[in-house]
């Protein structure tokens, strides 16, 4: 047999695979032109043909009809998340496509944690602290209006991320983290609103699970009888202090958040709380107790009465 007529397989293989490089590279392959550590914005609602348009002029991929028919297979335009995507390298269309569709912006991601009980002021000092493009009086002014609905928690945030997202994204939070006890909220006969406002106060005022549905327990009782609350937690808030022992002037600031001079709940939450004090106020311990407070011994100590509470104050506080 003729040597080369049994080499013709592997000549047939070599043939097989030049094809298919070529066609990987005319189809797939990033442009030789690729525009290296470039930035290209994609618009929200934008469809998945002017995405595909777009990043073709942008010379992201070379065949915007190939991604256009990718996006759409997965979805169309309402899989793209829209945004300010990097690309430091080139990509094929496939890469391309599936960054488009799971947000893969190429930004390093700027770990956050935002602590249970913090509050707008303090959540923008954080804020200004990663993100240089951003000031904490801007922030605040923006988050001011969600103290409480912007969820404690830890957060994976991009560069290219602003005042905007950042609130939305903690508001969104907010929302899958709280629809769960929806129906445990109506159950109680309160608001949302009331229930964060008491949640908020619970956070500041107590720190295990037990002691935090106490304390809703006890709160819940002199609303009923028709008491101020007496919380010693919104003089922080009034006076944008972090700590909160509040002087015998204090006590008589002018402000409605003043829970000495003013019945009922203040007008807002004084804090963003977390799950454990937000489930407090809707399971609360029924208990006769009136009065509590924190002994220097780091413990709460309980009263049914003034005069119990009196005896507190002077056997835990002194």
């Keep these: 047999m003729d040597f080369s007529i049994r080499q013709n397989p592997w000549r047939v293989s070599l043939l097989s695979a030049i094809f298919l490089a070529g066609f990987y590279f ?6 030789r032109n690729f525009p290296v550590d470039s930035i290209v914005g994609i618009e929200k609602g934008s469809s998945a043909s002017a995405v595909a ?3 073709a002029d942008e010379r992201i991929i070379s065949h915007a009809r190939l ?13 793209v998340h829209a945004g300010d995507y990097r690309f430091e390298d080139p990509q094929n269309v496939f890469l391309v496509a599936y960054r488009l569709l799971v947000g893969d912006y190429g930004f390093p991601t700027i770990r956050v ?5 913090i509050t707008v002021r303090e959540s923008a000092k954080k804020i200004e602290g990663v993100f240089s493009a951003i000031r904490a009086s801007d922030f605040e002014s923006a988050a001011k209006q969600y103290e409480g609905y912007l969820f404690p928690d830890t957060y994976l ?3 290219s991320d602003d005042v905007a997202s950042i609130i939305s994204l903690m508001r969104t939070n907010f929302d899958t983290k709280i629809g769960p006890l929806s129906d445990d909220i109506r159950a109680s006969g309160r608001t949302l609103s009331d229930t964060i406002i008491l949640a908020s106060l619970i956070e500041k005022e107590a720190r295990t699970d037990a002691s935090k549905r106490m304390v809703a327990g006890i709160l819940q009782n002199r ?3 028709g008491m101020p609350l007496q919380v010693d937690a919104v003089f922080g808030y009034i006076f944008n202090r972090d700590t909160y022992s509040p002087s015998l002037k204090d006590l ?3 402000s409605p958040y003043n829970t000495y001079t003013h019945k009922g709940l203040p007008p807002g939450p004084i804090c963003n709380p977390g799950l454990s004090s937000i489930e407090a106020v809707l399971h609360p311990t029924k208990t006769k107790y009136i009065y509590y407070l924190t002994g220097k011994d780091g413990l709460m100590h309980y009263a049914t009465t003034y005069a119990e509470h009196q005896a507190n104050q002077k056997r835990y506080l002194r």
């Design 26 to 31: 005319i189809l797939f392959a990033a442009p």
């Design 53 to 55: 348009d777009q990043l």
């Design 67 to 79: 991604l256009e028919l990718l996006l759409r297979l997965s979805g169309g335009s309402e899989g």
């Design 113 to 117: 944690t935002f602590p249970e009980g």
């Design 157 to 159: 945030f991009v560069s």
């Design 223 to 225: 609303l009923t009888l």
């Design 252 to 254: 008589t600031v002018d």
